[in-house]
């Protein structure tokens, strides 16, 4: 069964703390990952998409990486704007099925 | 500036009324979606649709209808409102064929008293 499991469900740092949000997933063929960001009353907003294991993106702070069984959003100085949950989503090849995760709570203090 | 639009932001209702979410999109977008978002749960799919009279069903669809008339708007609706259906509802929408990155709207706080 598809399923994408991402952690830790909230995290805390501090402004210019560096760190990472996991989004691992079993699927039976990968079409694509995506990220997407979601502030508080808002639709989620969509950031990256990732298509095979090895590549990587960036934008501003942000930077997504892809293994076989996992991806990894890292946060590279974060500032208190990047406060937000991160959705991390998984599109099944063979049924073209896009299956979300619960998300990542992060929140950057000053 | 092209967009997507849902109405209304907030709708409180009772059980076994009928209710019509609004969904209305600027970009011409051809896929058009609605997702239900639960505390616990990730995103779900609820209906789809890949083009005009075209509509599908997703993993949550008991309960819900949408119909396409026009490239714009896919309005969902509930037929006969449970308290299980208190939910956030996205529309979403995307450009070409398959799945590639969906555009959100807002969001409708729907409370079903």
């Known amino acids: 069964e598809d399923q994408v499991t991402q952690s830790p469900e909230a995290l805390r740092l501090q402004e210019g703390e560096s760190s990472s949000l996991n989004c691992s997933y079993t699927?039976?063929?990968?079409?694509?990952l995506f990220w997407y960001r979601q502030d508080p009353g808002k639709g989620p907003e969509f950031l990256f998409t990732?298509?095979?294991a090895g590549e990587e993106k960036e934008k501003e702070r942000l930077k997504a990486t892809l293994t076989k069984k996992e991806s990894f959003l890292h946060i590279t100085a974060p500032k208190p704007e990047d406060s937000a949950t991160y959705l991390c989503a998984v599109q099944d090849g063979n049924t073209d099925k896009l299956i979300f995760g619960t998300g990542t709570r992060l929140q950057v203090f000053p | 500036d092209a967009e997507i639009t849902q109405s209304p932001r907030h709708k409180i209702t009772e059980t076994g009324r009928q209710v019509t979410l609004a969904c209305h999109q600027t970009?011409?977008?051809?896929?058009m979606f609605w997702y239900r978002q639960d505390l616990g749960h990730g995103l779900r799919l609820i209906h789809y649709s890949y083009g005009v009279q075209d509509t599908n069903k997703g993993e949550v669809s008991d309960g819900y209808s949408v119909s396409r008339s026009n490239t714009e708007d896919l309005p969902l609706t509930l037929e006969s409102a449970a308290s299980s259906q208190t939910s956030v509802y996205f529309c979403a929408s995307s450009p070409g064929q398959g799945i590639e990155k969906l555009f959100f709207g807002s969001g409708t706080q729907l409370s079903v008293l």
């Open positions: 699927v039976s063929g990968l079409r694509g």
């Open positions: 970009w011409n977008h051809n896929n």
């Open positions: 990732l298509y095979s």
